[in-house]
């Protein structure tokens, strides 16, 4: 085999390999977790590379605070599961929207705070504690954050890397810092897992 022939068959077989990934699902109303093959939403468009056409989604990010899973409520009591990945920013630091979609819902009357939720195929990315608050504008459910120069529309168009939000204090929470939720086909999964298969093909290219 010459190297050429090699060199891209080991890169498609890599291709293979990262095109769906292994991730444990769960839903809120059964707890158990469920394997979840996932794929990423781009796949259709550009098979080799997709998870890298991925935004990470903030700005001046950091570190990690808390992780995807169990974990005991800072506000005392029982442990809860974490539906997301807490990352740590400054506040007022630009959140950016992981993958192009739909914005679906924006709202700010949950413990989630002022937040957007978007769509992209089987994906849902959340967006919590971002500044701003909801209005409605021309009939259409607005998200308005004028400080950091973002409006968003129910029903629009974002794009991959679009700035979305800013960083906040809204809703429950101690502190500065981005709740990031996704779902796979309606059940919550490890942003971390999505994350680390991002930097794995950016740093292969
Ligand atoms: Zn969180």
């Excluded at 796949?43 to 169990?70: C, D, H, I, K, M």
């Excluded at 007022?92 to 413990?111: F, H, L, M, P, Q």
Aim: aromatic share 10%.
């Amino acid at each position: 085999m010459g190297d050429t022939l090699r060199s891209h068959v080991s890169r498609y077989a890599g291709a293979l390999l990262v095109s769906g990934l292994l991730l444990w699902g769960v839903t809120e109303n059964s707890p158990r977790p469920q394997k979840v093959d996932a794929v990423e939403p781009g796949r259709e468009s550009a098979q080799q590379y997709a998870w890298a056409l991925a935004s990470f989604p903030v700005e001046n990010f950091q570190a990690y605070t808390s992780p995807f899973g169990y974990r005991n409520s800072p506000y005392g009591g029982a442990s809860q599961f974490h539906y997301g990945l807490d990352m740590a920013a400054p506040s007022g630091s630009y959140i950016r929207n992981w993958w192009s979609g739909r914005v679906v819902e924006v709202s700010d009357d949950s413990a989630c705070g002022t937040s957007v939720i978007v769509e992209s195929g089987d994906w849902t990315h959340v967006y919590c504690h971002m500044q701003g608050y909801v209005t409605t504008e021309n009939g259409q459910r607005t998200l308005l954050d004028r400080d950091g120069g973002i409006r968003i529309v129910e029903g629009q168009q974002v794009s991959s890397g679009a700035r979305i939000g800013r960083v906040g204090m809204t809703g429950r929470t101690t502190g500065p810092h981005l709740h990031w939720g996704l779902k796979y086909s309606g059940s919550w999964v490890d942003p971390a897992i999505v994350l680390r298969a991002m930097y794995s093909q950016q740093a292969a290219r």
